[in-house]
């Protein structure tokens, strides 16, 4: 073997490496993980009602839509998000939808019991 063949053996082993490389990188480049929960504008929705601008059966529509598309995507929901729907139907005096709410909330986000607690004991009196 001549010194030529070895080296343009050593060239193409070095470019079909870059090439594998290459092709692998792009590969996992291409896939995204997917979000942990199904916002599906869930946060603008909250800001819109803080700063005034929905009532709160405005709001209790557009968060029961936002719950059914999340289920249809098998999308998680968010942390809060039961909490703040229980919180709108108190508001709107359905206590027995606020209380359904609290306790999923309760049982998504087992952190948040001692709150969801203090606020079904709120929510009795």
């Avoid at 082993?13 to 996992?28: K, T």
């Avoid at 059966?57 to 995507?73: F, G, N």
Wanted: hydrophobic share 40%; net charge neutral; charged share 15%.
């Amino acid at each position: 073997m001549n010194h030529t063949t070895t080296r343009a053996r050593s060239v193409a082993l070095a470019c079909a490496a870059a090439a594998a490389a290459s092709a692998l990188l792009s590969g996992c480049a291409t896939q995204t993980t997917p979000p942990l929960y199904g916002w599906d504008g869930y946060q603008p929705q909250v800001y819109d009602y803080l700063q005034g601008k929905s009532s709160p059966q405005t709001q209790i529509a557009a968060l029961e839509q936002s719950l059914q598309k999340m289920a249809a995507k098998g999308e998680a929901v968010p942390p809060g998000f039961h909490a703040h729907l229980g919180a709108l139907y108190a508001s709107a005096g359905k206590r027995d939808d606020a209380q359904r709410e609290l306790l999923a909330e309760k049982s998504a986000f087992p952190e948040s019991s001692a709150y969801m607690d203090f606020l079904l004991t709120n929510l009795k009196k």
